[in-house]
């Protein structure tokens, strides 16, 4: 059992170490999980960049399963990246709609970062869930698991920590009236390394 305290998770599985830096404003409403992978063999590792870096999420679970709160719940926290479209990856919106993001993505004469940052800022004026989850509304958990640059993958999530994952999803869904549905693995939602998280459960 926890409860929720000022932005804090309270139980006796949950480790405080709150990285003021990574708090970027308040969030009015939590509508989403999105679960990451350090890409770093510690949380040795993360805790040392989190230090200096603006980037980060709400919390880290480390090799043994043991869970840290890193960032307040009330706190928005940029772990996110730019949004994928919703309506070009499941084809569950009118056929207006996926025309007009399709113009976006595949628009010609334009940077392929460019067409990704014009998409993402037409995703985030839409309301949750006819985009995905973004900073302003969704927590992030990560999972210490290494790169490895040469396989291109992540290193599979271990038994213990996808027991810890699955306690504070569990948790998180209780406070933030969630369901599985609302719970996303961070390629799912933007462009990143599609087996981070590949091996997370909850």
């Known amino acids: 059992m926890s409860k929720l305290q000022k932005g804090k998770l309270i139980g006796a599985k949950v480790t405080q170490k709150v990285f003021a830096g990574l708090h970027k404003g308040k969030i009015s409403t939590v509508e989403a999980i999105i679960v990451h992978q350090t890409g770093a063999p510690t949380a040795t590792h993360t805790f040392n960049s989190y230090k200096t870096s603006s980037h980060g999420a709400h919390f880290l679970i480390d090799k043994k399963g043991k869970i840290y709160q890193t960032a307040l719940l009330n706190q928005k926290a940029y772990h996110v990246g730019k949004l994928r479209s919703r309506c070009i990856v499941t084809k569950a919106c009118t056929a207006t709609e996926l025309a007009t993001a399709n113009a976006i993505y595949l628009k010609k004469g334009q940077s392929y970062g460019l ?11 839409k309301s949750y869930p006819d985009r995905y989850p973004m900073n302003n509304d969704s927590i992030g958990i990560e999972i210490v698991g290494d790169y490895d640059k040469t396989k291109k993958s992540y290193e599979s999530v271990n038994a213990t920590q996808n027991k810890s994952l699955e306690w504070l999803v569990g948790e998180l869904g209780k406070h933030f009236v969630l369901d599985k549905h609302d719970v996303y693995r961070h390629p799912e939602v933007s462009y990143k390394q599609p087996s981070e998280a590949s091996t997370a459960k909850w």
């Open 115 to 125: 067409r990704l940052r014009n998409l993402h800022n037409h995703e985030k004026n």
